[in-house]
Structures are given as structure tokens and as C-alpha cells.
């Protein structure tokens, strides 16, 4: 089970962490991530961190302003984000891969949280 929380409201170059609480698989044998869904649009990737936490991965548009860290003895992830811009407003999604060990890219991950709001005020 993996559940989302800290989404909110924040002006346009304001911060928000987010957390994903993981519970019900060893956490810290899988590869993590998170993906966001705007209105109207398809789910994309955001990030994704390795199950060791060594290896780190983002989109081009959040390269810089976000950062993706775990805490495997919390059986916890975290997405910082920094510099928010209006186009960041989605519902933020935590997953974790599907094969522990293992992780060659966005399509890895099948176990998803309900999600979480973001909303980038302009």
C-alpha cells in the first residue's frame, strides 16, 4: 500500500514536499517514483529513485527544482519541490516497481497510491 501526503496550494515559485508512505512489501528492495496527472492530460513521469536510493532520475522540466530522496528505514519517499510553476499543478501519484532489484525506466512501476493535489497559483 503506498499513500501520498503534504500536496496544497502554494504560489508560483513557492516549495511543497511530498511523502509516500510504503507499507506491505520491503520497501527498500524496489525502485520508487512519481508520476502527476493534469487535467485533461495523460499521467507522466516525474522521478524515480533506485531501491538503494544511489540512482536518481527526472524529467527535463522538473530537473533542478525537484529532488527525490527515500528513507528506507522509515519505509518512506520524498519528492522536495522547489521553484513551483503553475504548470506543476497535478494530482501526484507514488509508485513503486514491479520487480524488486530492478529498474530500467518509467514503465517498471505497477503498484500505485491514490494521489495527492498540487495546485501552482500564478
Known amino acids: 500500500q503506498l499513500v501520498e501526503s503534504g500536496g496544497g496550494l502554494v504560489q508560483a515559485g513557492g516549495s511543497l514536499r511530498l511523502s509516500c508512505a510504503a507499507s506491505g512489501r520491503t520497501f527498500s528492495s524496489y525502485a520508487m517514483g512519481w508520476f502527476r496527472q493534469a487535467p485533461g492530460k495523460e499521467r507522466e513521469f516525474v522521478a524515480a529513485i533506485t531501491f538503494t536510493g544511489g540512482g536518481t532520475y527526472y524529467t527535463d522540466s522538473v530537473k533542478g527544482r525537484f529532488t527525490i530522496s527515500r528513507n528506507n528505514a522509515k519505509n518512506t519517499m520524498y519528492l522536495q519541490m522547489n521553484s513551483l510553476k503553475p504548470e506543476d499543478t497535478a494530482v501526484y501519484y507514488c509508485?513503486?516497481?514491479?520487480?524488486?532489484?530492478?529498474?530500467?525506466?518509467?514503465?517498471?512501476?505497477?503498484?500505485w497510491g491514490q494521489g495527492t493535489q498540487v495546485t501552482v497559483a500564478s
Open positions: 509508485a513503486a516497481a514491479r520487480i524488486s532489484y530492478y529498474y530500467t525506466g518509467p514503465n517498471d512501476f505497477n503498484s
